[in-house]
Structures are given as structure tokens and as C-alpha cells.
Antibody, heavy 119, light 108 residues
Framework: EVQLVESGGGLVQPGGSLRLSCAAS????????MSWVRQAPGKGLEWVSV???????YYADSVKGRFTISRDNSKNTLYLQMNSLRAEDTAVYYC?????????????WGQGTMVTVSS | SSELTQDPAVSVALGQTVRITCQGD??????ANWYQQKPGQAPVLVIY???NRPSGIPDRFSGSSSGNTASLTITGAQAEDEADYYCNSRDSSGNPVVFGGGTKLTVL
């Protein structure tokens, strides 16, 4: 079965760090464009970061310099290292696959993991 | 970076047709994709590219595009179509990916 399963969310104090994981099954993470998308409570979807199959990475301005996207090919897992967390980073974080054959639409999403930044 | 603009809320009577729009400069170069999100659930892709439906998406969902505006049309809206709908596209002017702000669809 093709699926993504996120983990690693939780409550963290402002200025703290957290690492999110996204385990894939049924396809190969390193062969696809993989993104993190977040959704603050009651708000819309916000793209956060992408890692291309070739390893190039991009970040939204709101997280640039604080977040790092990476992958472990041996574990078929995507990561998001989040440092210097702020209250405005509070959100459900989804990992998602961009399907090249579907015009780079996000065809597979994880169930999401909640990150709460609060003292 | 570019933005995609959606109406915050739209309503439709049961069985009628509704169009949800998405505007932005990136849509002059790239097709929009559309996602349905119900409360507490992850988004689901309903339309991608010019007008394509993933497997399992009812054919009452369709997409179109003109200039800087993309549209998602639901022909014969059902109660289960009540959800938030988001557009997204590639973006050549900044971030590689952009999402619209979302449209809350109410089926009356």
C-alpha cells in the first residue's frame, strides 16, 4: 500500500527544536519530489519545504534558515528538522509526494503530525 | 513570490452546480491542482493538470483554466462535497510551490 506516516510532533517551548519524520511505503522517497506542508489551526495550507529527487532543497521564506529538510534513503524516510521554533510555527505538518506523472500535483499525503510551540 | 487567491466561502444548493475559482499570475504558466479537505483529515487530490481526475474521484468534479484563473466545477453537488477546497500550482517567481487560501464550500 502506498502511504506516508508522519511522527515526531509534540509540544515544544519557543526557541526549541523538533524533528519530524515521514516514513514512506509503496514507493521510493528518493525518486520523488517530497514536500512538507503545514496548516495552522483554523487556517489554510502553507507549503514549507521541498527536496527534489536530485537532492536540491527549497524553503518558504517563513522557515528559511531555521528548518532543514532531508531524507534517509536506507529508511525510505523524509525528515524536517525544525530549530528556533516560534509560536507561529504551531500547525499540523503534513508530508506529501509530488507526482511528476500528475504534473507535480500532491497525490499522496500523510495523516499529519501536530506541532505546538508554547511556553 | 506569487500568490493564489480564492474566495473564502461559497455555497450551493444540493444537486446544483458550483464553480470555485483560483486566481494568480503563476496560472498563466502552470495548471492548477485542486484538493478537497474535510475536517480533521488530510487533503485529497481531486483535479490535476488541465482537467484530470485521480482514480476514485467522481466525474462531477472537473477543472478548467483561462488566463490567470483556474476553476473547479462540481456538477450536481452532493452533501459529501461539503469541505474546504484548495488550489495549488508551481511557481516560477519565488517559492517552487504555492497554495491558495482555500474556499469553504457549504452544500445547502
Amino acid at each position: 500500500e502506498v502511504q506516508l506516516v508522519e511522527s515526531g510532533g509534540g509540544l515544544v517551548q519557543p526557541g526549541g527544536s523538533l524533528r519530524l519524520s515521514c516514513a514512506a511505503s509503496g514507493f521510493t522517497v528518493s525518486s520523488n519530489y517530497m514536500s512538507w506542508v503545514r496548516q495552522a489551526p483554523g487556517k489554510g495550507l502553507e507549503w514549507v519545504s521541498v527536496i527534489y529527487s536530485g537532492g536540491t532543497t527549497y524553503y518558504a521564506d517563513s522557515v528559511k534558515g531555521r528548518f532543514t529538510i532531508s531524507r534517509d534513503n536506507s529508511k525510505n524516510t523524509l525528515y524536517l528538522q525544525m530549530n528556533s521554533l516560534r509560536a507561529e510555527d504551531t500547525a499540523v505538518y503534513y508530508c506529501a509526494r509530488e507526482a511528476a506523472e500528475l504534473g507535480n500535483a500532491f497525490d499522496i499525503w500523510g495523516q499529519g503530525t501536530m506541532v505546538t510551540v508554547s511556553s | 513570490s506569487s500568490e493564489l487567491t480564492q474566495d473564502p466561502a461559497v455555497s450551493v444548493a444540493l444537486g446544483q452546480t458550483v464553480r470555485i475559482t483560483c486566481q494568480g499570475d503563476s496560472l498563466r504558466s502552470y495548471y492548477a491542482n485542486w484538493y478537497q479537505q474535510k475536517p480533521g483529515q488530510a487533503p485529497v487530490l481531486v483535479i490535476y493538470g488541465k482537467n484530470n481526475r485521480p482514480s476514485g474521484i467522481p466525474d462531477r468534479f472537473s477543472g478548467s483554466s483561462s488566463g490567470n484563473t483556474a476553476s473547479l466545477t462540481i456538477t450536481g453537488a452532493q452533501a459529501e462535497d461539503e469541505a474546504d477546497y484548495y488550489c495549488n500550482s508551481r511557481d516560477s517567481s519565488g517559492n517552487p510551490v504555492v497554495f491558495g487560501g482555500g474556499t469553504k464550500l457549504t452544500v445547502l
